[in-house]
DNA sequence: GACAAAACGGAGAGGCTCTCCGTATGGTTT
DNA sequence: AAACCATACGGAGAGCCTCTCCGTTTTGTC
């Protein structure tokens, strides 16, 4: 899985060669640009023409996929580590969260893709996001089963709240310390020491 | 204040008449296409040529602002609803960040250029979004005093944590229970009835 | 070395944003 | 009402982007 040639073999060398190229020009051109930077430019950059890149990478979100999953075995490690290391699953689970919110500031503009793709799912990219809201559910369940987290919360629900703390963090965000204050508003809330049990639905005024 | 022409009088009355119309036709638009859409196809549907719509508006977020100020007021006495028939400041300020959340919602894809002119701040969309977070921090200080949200949250974050909860929301989200979990966790938080003083700052680890 | 399959590259179609400037129009003045 | 000019109009087109198509080149195999 993962190399995009069809259905066979591997593929040939050239092809592979350039791929990986391609990703690793990529990466540094996302890191400098944001996630919204020009393909071609890549392409260009990567001293390949605009057609190769397109054979190897349909779209960005695919392009975007490939860099992600060449990052995963850091995440992945993370999250190793913070079993091991955690005593208590509250801070397991907050350390995770924390983990998954700068996996999504890889790249100036990424929450955006991660949260389409979450929405949309089958993608490549929904695909990896859909693996990680496992994860943060297996993080939360125990911290439930602990008793120190809400019952009526959904990993999926703070999976997507670590990604709007990247989201907040975003960009020319001219103030760092909002990010902060978020995941700690997603950890307890902006009431003092609430009332619990909260009722469920609210939001929606209208 | 407000209508783009530049030092003097009133504008000329086509002037004037073309303004209006393209913002009308550029609402239903966007509505329809969300923010993203093209300048071009709204200056093509309201029957005037592209400079007009420029010289009016001379880029994405100045009509977006003016179409948004277009809305001021209902969001405006929304917010003297709210002060009005509250008869404690925390669901007061429960209230007014739904209120926030559903205006930023007007357009798909809305609450990005929100965040993003919130961060950079001289815009007319950040003098807009600089307006409610004061309104907000007016909302959460009444709590503070109340004694029913924490003293280390600023206006600013809760703003943030609004438009974070229309963005969660945004476009083809396959789970509209997803935004109203993310305001009430933006309320309540995910820990149980939290250790209160939870530090200053968390989030990031690496 | 010869031959197909696989991959390459870049021209170009089509779409978007935004500018420039010759033309038309409103408002004012006589 | 005619003339005048500041103001506003429209749309061609420059420049950038995504993505496709297809003639040409490269690889791997026999």
Redesign the interface.
């Known amino acids: 899985m993962s190399t995009s040639p069809g259905t066979k073999g591997r593929p040939r060398a050239d092809a592979q060669r350039n791929r990986d190229h391609i990703l690793d020009i990529a990466d540094r051109y996302f890191s400098e640009h944001g996630v919204s930077g020009s393909l071609d430019a890549i392409a260009k950059q990567a001293g390949v023409g605009a057609g190769t890149l397109y054979r190897h990478f349909p779209n960005r979100e695919v392009l975007l996929a490939a860099l992600l999953s060449a990052r995963d075995n850091e995440l992945e490690s993370r999250r190793d580590a913070i079993r091991a290391e955690s005593t208590n699953a509250?801070s397991a689970?907050?350390?995770w969260l924390?983990?998954l919110?700068?996996w999504a500031s890889a790249f100036d503009g990424l929450p955006?893709p991660l949260?389409?793709a979450t929405?949309?799912?089958s993608s490549p990219l929904g695909i990896t996001c859909q693996g990680y809201i496992t994860t943060t559910d297996e993080f939360?369940h125990a911290a439930q089963r602990e008793?120190?987290?809400?019952r009526?919360?959904?990993g999926?629900?703070?999976f997507?709240?670590a990604?709007?703390?990247s989201?907040?963090r975003?960009?020319?965000?001219?103030?760092d310390?909002?990010?902060?204050?978020?995941?700690?508003?997603?950890?307890?809330?902006?009431?003092?020491?609430?009332g619990?049990e909260?009722s469920g639905?609210?939001?929606?005024?209208?």
Request: charged content about 20%; proline content about 0%; aromatic content about 4%.
């Open positions: 509250a689970l907050e350390l924390g983990a919110s700068d955006e949260r389409a929405a949309t799912g939360l008793g120190s987290a809400r009526e919360v959904r999926k629900d703070l997507l709240a990604l709007a703390t989201w907040v975003g960009a020319a965000m001219a103030d310390f909002s990010a902060a204050a978020l995941s700690s508003l997603s950890r307890n809330g902006w009431s003092t020491c609430a619990a909260a639905s609210n939001g929606r005024t209208a």
